[in-house]
């Protein structure tokens, strides 16, 4: 049987009072999550239901989740020959996708992650990782990632993607 075709019963529902705060913290009723493996598992399980809304899912099932702020954070990163490779707080590394970057209205960087499927923010470790990559011109600061530069624009909803 495939976890994602299971109807829940009667009286039960995929609805949870679990959050996870725009900071990265996860909390149930107010009560905060602090088992580290736990907390590492539900930043893996972060995911994107069918009708769109976040959700924790695993091989066995899913359930919705409120999340305020970015799904996932890009932890670090690595500059390759070959562009950037992202860190991200789901345990995922992949490569940064350029043309999806954007400056959200605090000034932090974002860019799709998993296909295009979440929105990812960088902390403050990776935003700083991209220095060697920074320069400015008479139009505004860019990044150059191989041959390409790259201007991320100024958004309002910097968790909407862009792929």
Request: glycine letters at 10%; hydrophobic letters at 40%.
């Amino acid at each position: 049987m495939d976890p994602g075709a299971f109807v829940p019963p009667p009286g039960f529902s995929r609805e949870t009072t679990i959050v996870r705060d725009a900071s990265g913290r996860w909390s149930q009723d107010g009560v905060p999550l602090a088992h580290a493996n736990l907390v590492r598992a539900f930043d893996a399980w972060v995911d994107r239901a069918d009708d769109g809304r976040l959700c924790l899912r695993n091989a066995l099932g899913w359930a919705y989740v409120t999340i305020e702020g970015a799904p996932l954070f890009v932890r670090s990163l690595t500059l390759t020959e070959d562009g950037v490779r992202l860190q991200l707080s789901d345990g995922r590394e992949e490569p940064l996708a350029p043309a999806t970057l954007r400056v959200g209205p605090d000034g932090a960087l974002h860019c799709d992650a998993r296909g295009g499927r979440l929105a990812a923010r960088f902390e403050r470790h990776a935003q700083a990782q991209l220095a060697a990559l920074l320069d400015e011109d008479d139009d505004g600061v860019f990044l150059t990632i191989g041959s390409e530069r790259y201007a991320p624009p100024s958004v309002d909803d910097p968790l909407a993607p862009r792929g």
